[in-house]
């Protein structure tokens, strides 16, 4: 895939949920095939956000008494309607959403980087073993209610229109804001909660198999209802076990994972030609994520549902990784080390091609809305030094973040490789 422009676009604001959440800026590398050439693909990078990123992060710390006032409030009422729902199964974990009432700040901004807004500041915790069982869940609904929370609803974007899913009349149809990552659980077993709840998304497991329940609720008193409101998550996890799972594959996996994924190259190795350096990283990071995901992820959510759901049969599976598949996961990140420098030797030659540079002016924002559409020698020579001086601080940036990717794996294995 040709990459054939560099333009820079600034911050803007997208409408979802309604309310106003700022979606970082990116610069983007818009593709286009061209027969008899060799071709590359670069993932689309973030912008030079930092001073965006401060800001939020004093917002956060601001925020935070009037949040953990919030979160007070929000699992008092969801203690209380556990213990009337006992009988469903449903448990509270007092300790654990007292420990944990925020996200912290660090994955808040790490979210904020990737998807533009973090609506689950405020979260809490549940354990509820039958994720089946579609009349607890409505009974738990009903007595959220009492206490004066809702589901939040959401609009999504059409895919195909870009805009706001509409009816038949053209108005905007309103979502649940609920995930079910489930077997088992179809839009037809949803049929007692009513048409509006059938809209939920609804999921398979994740390839780990880790499976839950995440939802987000606001307040119908005051503001809640309102611009400014709060939204409060919840997920339904099977029990103890399962919590500990997700921390621990959170660490061990996700992060390494997480980090690698920022590096600015396009990580499907389908975008790229086979043998070109981005082909080799894309590989080497899939194979990566396969591994981790296998030895550790899927053992552990296994393990941790059989013990949570106290099923004595069930033969405990190792969580480990063997001599071998050690050093090749070490080895793979090695060679993305390795073959980075290649990589932007690749895409720095291509993209100041003059045709390249043309293309990415004439991408670019401050272009589309210019009246004089003449391009001079002096603007692509300006736009190419633009181009290198980005490129460069790419690459810098993501020979760090395989230096703490590379630290990352060997915590990793040295938690779960075989000793000898």
């Known amino acids: 895939m040709l990459i054939t422009s560099l333009p820079l676009t600034n911050y803007g604001y997208k409408n979802n949920n309604n309310a106003a959440h700022l979606h970082l800026g990116e610069l983007k590398l818009k593709p286009q ?6 071709s590359f693909c670069a993932k689309p990078p973030k912008f030079d956000n ?6 939020l992060g004093k917002g956060y710390d601001s925020a935070e008494p009037s949040l953990i006032a919030k979160a007070r409030e929000f699992h008092g009422s969801l203690k209380r ?6 009988a469903y199964g449903f448990e509270y974990d007092e300790a ?10 660090k994955s808040v901004l790490d979210k904020y980087e990737r998807q533009g807004n973090a609506q689950d500041i ?8 039958d994720q089946q069982d579609v009349m607890a869940f409505k009974k738990f609904l009903e007595e959220m209610k009492e206490e004066g929370w809702i589901l939040s609803p959401l609009r999504k974007l059409d895919k195909e229109t870009g805009d706001f899913v509409k009816n038949k009349n053209g108005s905007i149809i309103k979502f649940p804001d609920l995930e079910i990552r489930q077997e088992g659980v179809t839009v037809e077993s949803l049929a007692p909660l009513g048409e509006y709840m059938q809209r939920a998304e609804i999921s398979r497991p994740r390839e780990s198999t880790y499976a839950d329940w995440q939802m987000r609720f606001i307040s119908t008193k005051g503001k809640g209802m309102k611009e400014g409101r709060q939204d409060c998550e919840v997920i339904f996890l099977y029990g103890p076990k399962y919590k500990d799972a997700k921390e621990i594959e959170h660490k061990y996996v996700y992060e390494p994972v997480r980090k690698m994924k920022k590096l600015h190259v396009d990580m499907n190795p389908e975008h790229h030609p086979k043998g070109a350096a981005g082909y080799l990283i ?4 899939k194979e990566i994520q396969k591994r981790l995901v296998q030895f550790i992820s899927q053992p552990l959510f296994v393990n941790a549902f059989n013990a ?3 099923i004595k049969e069930a033969e405990k599976l190792p969580v480990e990784i063997s001599k071998a598949y050690s050093h090749l996961i070490l080895n793979y990140a090695k060679s993305i080390q390795k073959t980075l420098p ?16 043309v293309a990415s002016i004439k991408n670019s924002p401050s272009y589309q809305f210019r009246e004089d559409k003449t391009i001079t020698p002096k603007e692509i020579k300006e736009t190419k030094r633009d181009i290198k001086s980005k490129l460069l601080d790419w690459k810098e940036k993501d020979s760090e973040c395989i230096i703490e990717v590379l630290g990352d794996l060997r915590q990793t294995l040295d938690k779960f490789a075989v000793k000898d």
């Open 282 to 285: 894309a590989s080497n990071f």
């Open 50 to 55: 930092s001073f965006f990123m401060d800001a």
């Open 308 to 310: 949570d759901l106290k």
């Open 342 to 357: 290649s990589y932007y030797t690749q895409i720095t030659k291509e993209l100041l091609k003059d045709e390249q540079v």
């Open 81 to 86: 309607v556990v213990e009337k729902l006992k």
């Open 33 to 38: 095939l061209n027969a008899d050439v060799v």
């Open 96 to 105: 654990y959403n007292s420990a944990c009432p925020l996200k912290k700040k």
């Open 122 to 129: 405020i979260r809490g915790t549940v354990y509820w073993q």
